[in-house]
Structures are given as C-alpha cells and as structure tokens.
C-alpha cells in the first residue's frame, strides 16, 4: 500500500502519456497518395488467396418482385437449409411465436399490448413467403427487425422453416402415405 502511495508522489518524475499521439500519427487517406508501396497507392487490394466478405447477391435480399410479393423461396430446399431455419427460428422466432409457431408460449403470454400471431394457422398460412421474410428483415407491428441478427440466406432459411412448421400442422389424414396415415390413426381417439 505505501509504494502506491510513493508512486502517486512522483507525480513529474515519470514521463506523462500523450493521448493526443493517436490523433496526431501519421496515416494515410483513403485514396491518398503513398510513396511505399510500388504502385503509388495507399489502398491496396487484398492479399492473393483471401477471400472478401461479400454482400448476398440482391435477389436474395428482396421479398417483392415486379410489384408483388414472391412466390418461392429463392434458395434450394435442401436438408441444410432447413436444419439453418430450425436453428434460426428457435434462436430469434420461438421465445414469442412457440416452438411450433403456434403463437403460445411465456414471453407470448406476458405480453401486454398484443400477443404473437399464430404462424401455423389462420391469415400466416396464406402469406407468400416474401411477406414472410419481409416481416422477418424490416419487422411488424411490435415485433422487431432481424435484418441485422440474421443474413439474407438466414432469413430465408427461418421463412422455409415456418413453411415447415404450417405444412405439418393442419395436414388431412388423406394427404398422409399409407403407412403415416395408419399409424397417425391408432394415435387418435
């Protein structure tokens, strides 16, 4: 404790640190001429064999095409893509809309102002999924964006997986195969 005390006296024995270093360095522009390296330029381009952080191509990016909402998801449905949207729905969409979209859950239930929508059953089974995944990217009513949580294929990906969700819910027994269909009806009453 005494040689913190002794350090704190030698207040003008040791050298004091320049904040003002940072702002005052010698650093180039942008586009700002540079005299070490060989083409004359501060920016330079990326090192041979790294690979850029691009954006998602714009048609992925877009919910609407030609003034209307689009049809189909514009990604293949594939096993990954679907195992992404679980992970993504349970992640950011489950705690409000339940697990099985259904619109029940705790955090749904304590909400004041407007509970969550059911995904699975009444108007939600009739949106195109660019309404879906527009509702995902910009938000609605009180539900926020998760433009910035989630990628355009991310989103996309949860936008398949609600699709998911409605085809299994509300399913006729016709619709099932045989060996489906005989097995759901031993489970009924």
Not at 88 to 109: F, L, N, P
Request: negative net charge; contains cysteine.
């Amino acid at each position: 404790m005494r040689l913190l005390w002794l350090l704190c006296a030698c207040e003008g024995v040791l050298p004091g640190f320049d904040w003002q270093q940072m702002n005052q360095q010698h650093k180039f522009q942008p586009f700002e001429p540079c005299e070490y390296f060989p083409d004359g330029r501060s920016m330079q381009p990326p090192p041979a064999g790294t690979i850029p952080r691009a954006r998602e191509p714009a048609a992925l990016e877009q919910a609407t095409r030609g003034g209307a909402y689009v049809e189909e998801i514009p990604l293949p449905l594939t096993r990954e893509l679907f195992v992404q949207g679980r992970f993504a729905y349970e992640t950011y969409c489950a705690a409000c809309h339940g697990a099985d979209g259904g619109g029940q859950s705790e955090v749904g239930r304590n909400m004041a102002l407007r509970n969550p929508p059911n995904l699975v059953g009444g108007g939600a089974r009739q949106f195109p999924v660019g309404r879906i995944f527009q509702i995902t990217s910009e938000g609605y009513g009180l539900m926020p964006s998760y433009a910035l949580e989630l990628t355009a294929r991310e989103r996309w990906a949860a936008t398949a997986w609600v699709r998911a969700l409605q085809r299994a819910y509300g399913v006729s027994l016709d619709d099932l195969p045989a060996p489906l269909r005989a097995e759901a009806q031993k489970e009924l009453p």
